[in-house]
Structure formats: C-alpha cells, structure tokens
C-alpha cells in the first residue's frame, strides 16, 4: 500500500470530533483549520500556515470558513499560483475531503473535520454557475473593483491582519456579486472582477442595475469591514464598470477581451475623476440614462491607458449611487 492511499485511508476515518486541518505530508505537519474564518498561508511572518520556501509568495493564499461550514481556498495573485489536485485555481474553490493544495513546491493535504463529503450536484445552486466550453463575442458587463492604497497598507500592518483583511473583503464581494447575478468572480491581488453574460436582451437594463447594485454594496461592506478591524485608516475603493462583447468560459471561467481591459482601465481612471465608479460609454447607453444637469452621473473625459485618445466615462460617487438606486428593481 503506498504512502498517499494510506494518508487518504486515515483521513476518511477520522472522527468527526477533529477540526479540519492541512497536512504536510512531508514532514507529518499538521496546521489546524479551527478558531477563526481565515488562515493565511505563506512563507511571510504571521501566516497561521507559514511555508518555508522560495516559490511560496510571503502572502499566498488563504483558506476562508465559510457560513455553512465549507472550506475555500483563495489565491492571493500569488507569482507561482494555488492548485487543487493539479488545477490552478483562479477564483474561491471549495475543497473536499483529501484534496491535494500545492503552492509553489509545497503540497499539503486538506482533512475535513466530518469525513468531506463534498456538496452534491443537486444541492448547489446553479443558476449563475459557469460552464467550461468557450463562448465567443458573448455580450457582457465586467465589474472590476479595486482597494485603493493596498500597497501602503501593507506596509504598515502586520501580515496576519492584512490576511484577514483582503480576506475577508473577498468572501464579502464574492457573496453579494453572486447574489446579484455575477456569472463568474475572479481575484486578482486586491482586486475582484466579476461578470455578467447577458443571455437575454430583454433582460440586459435589469441585469445592469444589478452590476451597479453590487458596487454599491461592496461600498458599503467595505466600510463595514473597515470599522470592524484595527486598521490604521478607512478602506477605499474605486470601481470600474464596461459592458460588451467578451470571450467567456474555459476552464478558470474567465472573461477575455478588450471589454474587459477597459473596465480594468476604468476602475483606474476613477483617480483621474475624482469619484469611485466609472461606467463606460455602452453601459451609460444600455441603462438609457440621460444626460443633463439633473443626472446624478458625470460625463467626462478621461485617458485609459493602452488606447490611443481620450475616451468617454460616466462617473459617479457611492453616495449618489446608492441614493440614484433606490426604488429602483
């Protein structure tokens, strides 16, 4: 019997009575999953699972508890990236029972508390879950939302509260972007990009207020998040929001394309105007907004970088989005 059947075998009966863990295989390491919602994992000081080699990134990954009690595992736009049983991961994965984690050459095995029977078929909800197969020119909104001065924060506190920062900030973001409808979430660093597929065009001015809803509340949990840690100062965040076509799908359920470069760039361009959403020209069109004095969304012209001229942006503050959304579906 080899060495990796035998781990496996010991994992499935131990008794449920035991928190979770990741195990080292290594050295027989185990590095508990108990108190808490989330473990950093890293080579740097302060990571509740601390990994000593070079092609593990000093801030990783992270593995988030859950409301219902699952497990994920998030990277952290890591240099060598995260795997679960040989596939990267590039959004939250919930783990099951004796999935195998690598980061950089460091493998480590996940022991749930209860056996880990994974969440069946017919228990999830799929209504927004993405499909592997590859769609072209699909019609899509791209939401990027980024936390402004993380380089500086950083800095300035310790690595275990930085962890439980973006932490948490991305199970946050995560739950009321696939609330709202988002077909897929990806994070990046201290970033999130989230997608919407516009199926139906009936549907397309609904499913756009929802996108501006989801920034709005991601606002208003980041403020949350700000006042419930010790941290030097308030957290921010600038968003940028572009619709058009995209490639969607594939096996990281990802969106490609120039559409969401720009909405990259458009979160970026929030800087140059000095309010913390932009909307790019179709989106303002799509919501069939209108111009004028009244409107509480600024045209302006703004320049984003790898486009040759000045391109058109809607932008508008949180506060005057979160009052131009209600009553609104």
């Known amino acids: 019997m080899t060495v990796g059947r035998i781990l496996v075998n010991w994992c499935a009966v131990t008794p449920?009575?035991?928190?979770?863990?990741?195990?080292?295989?290594?050295?027989?390491?185990?590095?508990?999953?108990?108190?808490?919602?989330t473990w950093a994992i890293g080579r740097g000081d302060g990571c509740a699972v601390m990994l000593d080699s070079r092609s593990v990134s000093r801030l990783h990954a992270?593995?988030?508890?859950?409301?219902?009690?699952?497990?994920?595992?998030?990277?952290?736009?890591?240099?060598?990236?995260?795997?679960?049983?040989?596939?990267?991961?590039?959004?939250?994965?919930?783990?099951?029972?004796?999935?195998?984690l690598l980061f950089g050459d460091q493998e480590l095995i996940f022991c749930s508390a209860g056996g880990g029977a994974?969440?069946?078929i017919a228990a999830m909800n799929t209504r927004n879950m993405?499909?592997?197969?590859?769609?072209?020119?699909?019609?899509?909104?791209?939401?990027?939302?980024?936390?402004?001065?993380?380089?500086p924060l950083a800095r300035t506190v310790s690595e275990s509260l930085l962890s439980q920062t973006i932490g948490t900030w991305f199970l946050r973001t995560g739950q009321i972007t696939?609330?709202?409808?988002?077909?897929?979430?990806?994070?990046?660093?201290?970033?999130?990009?989230?997608v919407w597929v516009h199926d139906h065009p009936e549907s397309l001015a609904t499913d756009l207020m929802k996108a501006l809803r989801a920034v709005s509340e991601i606002n208003t949990a980041t403020g949350e998040i700000s006042k419930a840690l010790p941290l030097p100062g308030p957290l921010r965040i600038g968003?940028?929001?572009?619709?058009?076509?995209?490639?969607?799908?594939?096996?990281?359920?990802?969106?490609?394309?120039?559409?969401?470069?720009?909405?990259?760039?458009?979160?970026?361009?929030?800087?140059?105007?000095?309010l913390g959403v932009a909307l790019g020209?179709?989106?303002?069109?799509?919501?069939?907004?209108?111009?004028?004095?009244?409107?509480?969304?600024?045209?302006?012209?703004?320049?984003?970088?790898?486009?040759?001229?000045?391109?058109?942006?809607?932008?508008?503050?949180?506060?005057?989005?979160?009052?131009?959304?209600?009553?609104?579906?």
Do not use: C
């Not at 197969?133 to 001065?149: F, K, N």
């Open 62 to 100: 992270l593995i988030q508890r859950k409301d219902a009690g699952d497990f994920s595992l998030v990277d952290l736009g890591s240099r060598n990236g995260s795997f679960v049983n040989a596939r990267r991961v590039s959004l939250p994965l919930v783990l099951s029972d004796n999935d195998r």
């Open 281 to 329: 020209a179709r989106t303002f069109q799509e919501l069939a907004l209108t111009e004028g004095s009244s409107s509480p969304f600024a045209k302006r012209e703004v320049e984003l970088k790898g486009y040759e001229g000045p391109s058109t942006a809607w932008g508008i503050s949180f506060d005057a989005l979160q009052e131009f959304l209600k009553g609104r579906p």
């Open 118 to 120: 994974s969440l069946s």
């Open 239 to 274: 968003a940028g929001v572009n619709t058009g076509p995209a490639i969607v799908g594939g096996a990281e359920y990802t969106a490609l394309g120039d559409t969401v470069n720009a909405a990259f760039r458009l979160e970026a361009a929030t800087k140059q105007i000095g």
């Open 178 to 194: 696939q609330r709202l409808g988002s077909w897929a979430q990806k994070y990046i660093g201290d970033a999130v990009m989230a």
């Open 16 to 37: 449920s009575t035991i928190e979770a863990y990741l195990l080292q295989e290594s050295s027989g390491r185990r590095y508990p999953l108990g108190e808490g919602q």
């Open 130 to 151: 993405p499909t592997t197969a590859i769609h072209t020119h699909s019609l899509t909104t791209i939401v990027v939302v980024d936390i402004r001065d993380f380089t």
